[in-house]
């Protein structure tokens, strides 16, 4: 393997533990969330089958994340009125309260590049990571 490669992994790896080490003692994986955020961002009623589809991951990692908010009372889960089988996802007050504190550490680390960048780099930096988001959609 190259060493330009190990190093961008490096440098990558860093700015990935520097990030999550940024973020408030939370009571919940960034996984479940970013479910959360998911839930709280629609317009409509959200499905399992929704929340499966947009993350690109199976349906049982789904219930677990679901279960696991649900349990911690950040969620809860509205059962259908046609189908009892199925139900859609709401966040509650609890769920909105981790949401808008989390929220706002976000946009302070955000922020934070932005001032430290200075407006032309945050930009280029901003426009490089949607490339390597779409990059990164497509190979999966």
Do not use: H, W
Request: charged content about 30%.
């Amino acid at each position: 393997m190259s060493e330009d490669l190990l190093y961008s992994a490096d440098i990558i790896g860093m700015f990935c533990r520097l990030k999550m080490n940024a973020k408030s003692d939370s009571s919940i994986r960034s996984s479940e969330m970013a479910v959360l955020i998911f839930i709280q961002k629609q317009n409509a009623s959200v499905t399992p089958s929704m929340v499966s589809d947009f993350f690109k991951i199976a349906k049982p990692s789904v219930t677990s994340m679901v279960n696991a908010l649900v349990d911690k009372e950040y969620l809860k889960k509205r059962k259908s009125e046609t189908d009892k089988r199925s139900y859609t996802l709401e966040v509650t007050e609890a769920g909105q309260k981790l949401l808008d504190t989390t929220f706002d550490d976000y946009i302070k680390t955000v922020e934070t590049l932005k001032n430290e960048m200075g407006v032309d780099d945050f930009c280029t930096f901003i426009g490089l990571m949607e490339k390597a988001n779409t990059i990164l959609e497509k190979a999966d």
